[in-house]
């Protein structure tokens, strides 16, 4: 009899404990479950830019009429601008800079006008036009999301119970069709991201330089210094963790400002730039966050010896940012003076030797004798 009660009591220590765990399981899905929705936004820029300026990004959700609920019975979303301030930091990480904004629920507030199911699409708006300009332009995320609000009875109110959300596939724009990448929900908040990218531009084009460009020159000192000569250099461009291409060109001015040459970079990341005294290269229109290294050849063999800004060297690589300064470069040549006899007057010299040990010869020749 001990025994089976026992056996009873076990089988329903069991049975207890899996109710506890089975309701604590339920109560972690419960709260993990959706019925907030914010928008989030990233904004990545190469390292060395930096706002400007304050920039506002804006969203619109526009109703679907689906699931049997009519377009006039959508509701309005509590839609909300973020603005980027020029004052914001964010993460550096690999070469890109992060600043991280997130809206607050946007269907907190709303008035819902019956149970049932409420789809939405949210997309961004795109002020290219009124943001971009020779020097800045803003690359604006073109996804689109396709809500569903599943709102419910709760007594005599309504409740938001669950939200879902998906990528819309840009090929079609039928309601409910071809949704890809669904987005998972943390913490009961469901958040669906827009990612922009900001870019910046040093300096003007090839017809319009601002004085502002990256550049680096060649001056030849020294008494011996041949200052007709071509000196080389090995000029590589790395582009920025979020570029895809290069832009703008390197210019060589002669030592009167006049141009030279012009090379496009797209293409040319690695090139060969000859310059003589006074003579210069000018980058134009790099995107900041791009990295130039520039090394002179070697002229030791020539009793040349380099320096870059006033420090013995023939490399110099800069981050390009909106401060980026320049590079002066400068080989000298001096040979020393000779000292001593003259080569070229040996053959006198001789002369002069010989008729010195005649006289001597003949000067003992006649003490000899007397």
Do not use: C
């Amino acid at each position: 009899m001990r025994g089976k009660l026992g056996t009873g009591r076990l089988i329903l220590s069991f049975m207890l404990a899996f109710a506890l765990v089975f309701s604590i399981s339920g109560l972690a899905v419960a709260e993990e479950t959706p019925n907030k929705l914010v928008i989030g936004k990233s904004l990545k820029m190469q390292e060395g830019a930096e706002l400007v300026d304050d920039f506002a990004f804006s969203f619109v959700a526009r109703g679907i009429a689906i699931n049997d609920v009519e377009t006039s019975d959508l509701p309005a979303l509590n839609m909300s601008a973020l603005t980027f301030q020029e004052s914001m930091a964010g993460t550096l990480t690999g070469g890109v800079r992060t600043i991280e904004m997130a809206t607050g629920d946007i269907l907190d507030g709303v008035v819902w006008p019956h149970a049932g199911v409420f789809t939405y699409r949210i997309t961004e708006v795109n002020k290219s036009a009124e943001y971009n300009t020779d020097t800045e332009e803003f690359l604006f995320d073109a996804v689109e999301y396709e809500l569903n609000v599943y709102v419910k009875n709760d007594g005599d109110n309504l409740v938001v119970n669950v939200v879902t959300a998906a990528i819309v596939d840009p090929e079609t724009d039928e309601p409910g069709a071809k949704i890809t990448d669904t987005i998972d929900p943390i913490e009961g908040t469901l958040t669906i991201p827009f990612t922009n990218q900001y870019k910046q531009i040093k300096g003007g084009g090839d017809d319009d330089l601002t004085g502002d460009e990256l550049r680096f020159g060649k001056t030849v000192t020294g008494d011996y210094g041949n200052r007709e000569k071509k000196f080389d250099f090995d000029v590589v461009v790395t582009l920025g963790a979020l570029s895809t291409e290069a832009t703008g060109s390197i210019l060589i001015f002669d030592a009167d400002d006049v141009l030279i040459s012009s090379t496009p970079l797209a293409g040319n990341l690695t090139s060969v730039v000859s310059l003589a005294d006074g003579e210069y290269a000018v980058f134009s229109r790099l995107e900041i966050g791009t990295t130039v290294s520039v090394i002179e050849r070697d002229y030791s063999s020539e009793n040349y010896t380099a320096s870059v800004n006033g420090t013995d060297g023939n490399e110099w690589t800069e981050l390009v940012t909106k401060a980026t300064g320049n590079a002066a470069f400068v080989n000298d040549h001096e040979i020393v003076d000779p000292t001593g006899i003259i080569i070229g007057a040996l053959p006198f010299a001789a002369i002069i030797a010989a008729v010195i040990g005649v006289v001597v010869m003949v000067s003992r020749k006649r003490d000899e004798i007397a």
